[in-house]
């Protein structure tokens, strides 16, 4: 098991990562089975209003530090990154938190909806618990061991399923109470995750002690990382935010329950299409360990082979589950949410038959950015990001407002948008290995 840990294959890695993010996902999804029936779809709804400013500032202050801090340890160039790192967000994530809490009432105006504010309230102590515990994973991703970030996520689900479920159950009474003491147990989870990670990462710390004492690494160095994952990961909440303001406002013009219908979307659809994406999650992680030092070293040619292995696998895992998501939607429906009423369960299964193919996109956006990453070229994904997102929002708004869609218009928008982002890193990737096999050839030449 020690050598496992201390070096793990491509393959060990993907896999390990990735049964701790499905096993995580199934809890995640498993767990919207007793919740949605004690919440319902408006309670749902309301759950997810809260979620995307969450996300926006999880984003901030976590999603862009275990690809950066792996890719800096990987590289062998940053000598005790994560401590550095550790001061940095913890900082960042206090913030966040701090300002979830002051934008509570804001969020809860423009969404009209006054549960909001009470959740967002009990939500944003999160923020920080998971800023501290991205860098702890960040650090062992580095150093090629998968394991903590697998059995953090797993155990972070865990918590949550297990005091979400009895918070909903015993303030079932009074649904804004019920929605806000699920999300409070988020908030348990992250905290009892971290501190267990923190005695981990003290107990586990491979870092060998130096003759001299080097100069830590500065923090530009890791900001010259996380910023632009940062800004790459933001795009996709920020769109989902103003997608929430954007169709509930929308769908209130045009239905009494637009909260529950939005709930379906977010909080049921979503939740079944994202579970294949989470089976490869760890080819994403596994992959910036394994390409960023050859980049590093200019070897761009197996880096790039690397990267498109990587790609190749995610597919085809990922197109199976997306034919199995068209077929079986019906049996998902009616299995995973049976106390749906009758309209939501067809609404839900015409959702999921739609978004089908995002199981497909959306895992090779997730992995062709951890590629792109890899390779150096941080911005490059940033880029496609944010036009696939600002394209959601504009089409979900358009599709709404101007067709008989409804709700389905915004998972038409999310196809859109997420075949855009693979279309665009595609292109980087293979542009990429082009322009560095140009120079390598006008190098050798004497051009």
């Known amino acids: 098991m020690s050598k496992i840990k201390s070096k793990q294959s491509f393959i060990v890695g993907a896999f390990i990562i990735s049964l701790g993010g499905f ?7 498993v767990y919207r089975i007793p919740l949605t029936n004690i919440l319902g779809g408006k309670g749902m709804g309301i759950y997810q209003m809260v979620y995307p400013l969450y996300c926006i500032l999880l ?25 550095t790192a550790l001061k940095l967000y913890g900082i960042i994530g206090l913030l966040g938190s701090a300002l979830m809490y002051m934008l509570s009432a804001p969020l809860s105006y423009a969404m009209q909806e006054n549960a909001v504010q009470f959740c967002c309230k009990a939500l944003s102590p999160a923020v920080f618990f998971v800023s501290v515990l991205s860098v702890i994973r960040g650090y062992f ?27 909903a159950y015993v ?8 929605v806000a003491s699920t999300l409070f147990a988020v908030t348990l989870a992250e905290g009892v995750t971290t501190i267990g990670a ?10 060998v002690k130096p003759l001299f004492k080097p100069k830590q690494a500065p923090v530009l160095a890791i900001l010259k990382y996380t910023i632009p994952l940062t800004f790459t990961a933001i795009a996709m909440p920020l769109s989902q935010l103003l997608e929430s303001v954007v ?17 379906v979307y977010s909080g049921c659809a979503l939740t079944i299409i994202n579970l294949p994406v989470s089976v490869t999650y760890g080819l994403a992680a596994a992959s910036v360990p394994q390409i960023s030092p050859l980049a590093a070293k200019g070897n761009m040619a197996l880096a790039k082979r690397k990267a498109y292995k990587a790609l190749l696998i995610t597919l085809a895992i990922s197109f199976p589950c997306s034919v199995a998501l068209y077929f079986l939607s019906p049996v998902a429906a009616n299995l995973i ?16 038959k739609i978004m089908a193919i995002n199981a497909v996109t959306s895992s090779l956006v997730q992995t062709s950015s951890a590629c792109i990453t890899a390779l150096g070229k941080p911005f490059k994904s940033t880029i496609s990001q944010w036009v696939s997102s600002f394209l959601r929002v504009i089409l979900t708004a358009l599709l709404i407002k101007f067709t008989s869609l409804s ?41």
């Open 247 to 263: 169709a509930v406002r929308l769908l209130k013009q045009i239905t009494q329950n637009a909260t529950a219908i939005y709930g």
């Open 141 to 167: 991703q580095g150093k090629g061991n998968m394991i903590p970030t697998a059995v953090t996520e797993i155990s972070e689900q865990a918590v949550k399923v297990a005091i979400g479920c009895i918070f």
């Open 407 to 447: 709700i389905l218009g915004a998972a038409i928008s999310a196809n859109c948008a997420y075949l855009v982002a693979v279309i665009l890193n595609f292109w980087y990737i293979i542009r990429e290995g082009a322009h560095h096999e140009n120079n390598a050839y006008r190098f050798r030449n004497g051009r």
């Open 198 to 207: 923190i005695f981990y990462y003290l107990g586990h710390s491979t870092e």
């Open 337 to 352: 949410f049976k106390n749906l009423s009758a309209s939501e369960k067809t609404l839900l299964i015409n959702l999921v």
């Open 59 to 83: 984003t901030v202050s976590a999603s862009g530090i275990p690809t950066g801090i792996a890719r800096l340890i990987s590289s062998g160039k940053a000598f005790g990154v994560e401590k």
């Open 23 to 29: 096993i995580s996902k199934l809890l995640g999804a």
């Open 171 to 178: 303030n079932r009474a009074n649904l804004t109470r019920a």
